[in-house]
């Protein structure tokens, strides 16, 4: 248990489906992240919030949204995916952005399958 | 991309020690060292970081050399469980913003 709760664990979609990812955490942080993992791929990041405002975005497509209601809870939306995009989804959180010191932790991760 | 290298793989005897290296010969000098390791199926978990100085929890040992070049990971006496992927992540400046950018790890087999 690391304090990052990711739900739902698995989900299935359709391309032409509309869904959302939700992350939540329990830790008091600051800043929350959403990272991608693809089969045999290293871990990417996607996006990145601090204070609930988004500071990051690796040129995400935009079928992929994010959203940070307040500092416990991050939400990644889905809409229109392709079949590439099936992966384990990754939620994290850490007291600040900077990493001196700072120390990041995971979620159990969403993974996604886009049909 | 990643600043740091590592072994693809290893082997360890169940209830030896695991001694996982890792090079980071182009780190600065106010950036940490930290480890994590991936369970099949499950979210990287955090094991330790370090700047200079060597550090030890629960989990692990961090061993760190005098020029911050390398650092070795040890789990005293590994247990089945221990068998997951780890990894050895600098922090990265890209784009002005500084991140943990995650290489491919070792893949830890702890075998009985």
């Known amino acids: 248990e690391t304090g990052v709760t990711q739900t739902p664990r698995h989900l299935v979609m359709g391309m032409t489906n509309k869904k959302s990812l939700k992350c939540e955490q329990h830790l008091g942080h600051n800043a929350m992240y959403w990272y991608k993992q693809s089969a045999k791929k290293p871990l990417e990041l996607m996006f990145v919030y601090s204070l609930e405002e988004r500071v990051e975005n690796n040129s995400v497509p935009s079928r992929f949204s994010p959203e940070c209601p307040n500092s416990s809870h991050l939400f990644l939306h889905l809409h229109t995916l392709q079949p590439e995009d099936s992966a384990l989804y990754l939620c994290a959180s850490s007291r600040d952005r900077g990493f001196a010191g700072n120390t990041i932790y995971f979620g159990e991760g969403s993974w996604l399958t886009v049909v | 991309d990643a600043k740091t290298t590592q072994p693809p793989s290893m082997d360890c005897a169940e209830g030896r020690a695991a001694n996982l290296p890792c090079n980071h010969s182009t780190i600065s000098g106010n950036e940490y060292v930290y480890w994590y390791r991936q369970i099949h199926s499950q979210g990287p978990q955090y094991i330790i970081h370090g700047l200079k100085n060597n550090e030890t929890n629960e989990m692990a040992s961090l061993i760190i050399t005098e020029d911050r070049k390398s650092s070795t990971l040890i789990l005293p006496h590994a247990t089945l469980r221990d068998t997951a992927v780890y990894y050895c992540?600098?922090?990265?400046?890209?784009?002005?913003?500084?991140?943990?950018?995650f290489g491919k790890g070792t893949k830890l087999t702890v075998n009985p």
């Open positions: 992540i600098v922090s990265t400046t890209q784009g002005g913003s500084e991140k943990l950018v």
